[in-house]
Nanobody
């Protein structure tokens, strides 16, 4: 099995910064795309940013220029640096990973973290 453990959420004032981390552990053969989604109250879960194992990145338009996604392939860890935070960034942020396990190295499955709350408020 694969577990994703997130950290780094919290309360921050508008204009502030936070850094989220997500470590994937377990019987991992290879981690492919990793990324972050978020869900605000009353809204659907939406993509924030994704990064492939080769370093290709994609961002939601609302966070481009403010958020930066990165990863450490050796540690199966993905990061989200969030700058210039706005109240509308308030949401539960979920880590995502597309992973093949040792048991089935030819099959990829999606895994999710438990979510971490980010609140932007003065």
């Amino acid at each position: 099995q694969v577990q994703l453990v997130e950290s780094g959420g919290g309360l921050v004032q508008p204009g502030g910064s936070l850094r989220l981390s997500c470590a994937a552990s377990g019987s991992i053969f290879s981690a492919y795309a990793m990324g972050w989604y978020r869900q605000a109250p009353g809204k659907q879960r939406e993509l924030v940013a994704v990064i492939t194992s080769g370093g290709y990145t994609n961002y939601a338009g609302s966070v481009k220029g403010r958020f930066t996604i990165s990863r450490d392939n050796a540690k199966n860890t993905v990061y989200l640096q969030m700058n210039s935070l706005k109240p509308e960034d308030t949401a539960v942020y979920y880590c995502y990973a597309n992973v093949a396990t040792m048991a089935q190295p030819g099959i990829r499955n999606d895994y999710w973290g438990q979510g971490t709350q980010v609140t932007v408020s003065s």
